[in-house]
């Protein structure tokens, strides 16, 4: 099983700044992995797939880069509305389906 | 609008079963792998099942093999998760989420439903 380690824990940032979220993989994940938004009481949102490709709807400010274990979200102008929990996922092997311990962005 | 709307959890005993409804509407549902995931504060979100869109081919995390059972009824939109041998462990909150264009992401999801298994 794949093991995605995320890092910050938490990351606090003002209104305006760029965020710059980690993820890395126990194996090469090629570059099959997504990162989702989950803000209080709601369900995870997809963010970006493959590693940069934005979900329909998701503002450019969000971007991600990577490729086999280590993978990057970008915010580049944070919005008070970013305040949220943001996961990674991979896809490269499965099953399982693995999911990331999460990084809680607070602006 | 793209919508799923989950059902049927509750307070279970160990040992018990469950059995959870996913509706899907606004979009084709036969077209669409989905996924049942879960999320717990001390675990955070575990992949649980996938089934096909024709409902030939199944997967379960090895946590839950032998007692869950994925299934869906595309005449009727809907996905079910069958929760058998329920354990303490299996409390989380539960998530139906749609497959995005077969890449194995999750696009849309449920409200989630609340699995409780105390006795």
């Known amino acids: 099983e794949i093991v995605l380690t995320q890092s910050p824990a938490t990351l606090s940032l003002s209104p305006g700044d760029r965020a710059t979220l980690s993820c890395r993989a126990s194996q090469s994940v090629r570059g099959y992995l997504a990162w989702y938004q989950q803000k209080p009481g709601q369900a995870p949102r997809l963010l970006l797939y493959d590693s940069s490709d934005r979900a329909p709807g998701v503002p450019a400010r969000f971007s991600g880069s990577g490729s086999e274990t280590d993978f990057t979200l970008t915010i580049s102008s944070l919005e008070a509305d970013d305040s949220a929990v943001y996961f990674c996922q991979q896809r490269s092997d499965w099953p399982p389906y693995t999911f990331g311990g999460g990084t809680k962005v607070e602006i | 609008e793209m919508k799923l709307a989950d059902s049927g959890g509750g307070l279970v005993q160990p040992g018990g079963s469950l059995r959870l409804s996913c509706a899907a509407s606004?979009?084709?549902?036969?077209?669409?792998?989905m996924n049942w995931v879960r999320q717990t504060p001390e675990k955070g979100l575990e992949w649980v099942s996938t089934i096909s869109d024709n409902g030939h081919s199944s997967y379960y995390a090895d946590s839950v093999k032998g007692r869950f059972t994925v299934s869906r009824d595309n005449s009727k939109n809907t996905l079910f998760l069958q929760m058998d041998s329920l354990r303490a462990e299996d409390t989380a909150l539960y998530y139906c989420a749609k497959d995005y264009e077969d890449l194995g992401y999750f696009d849309l999801w449920g409200r989630g439903i609340l699995v409780t298994v105390s006795s």
């Open positions: 606004g979009f084709i549902f036969s077209d669409s792998a």
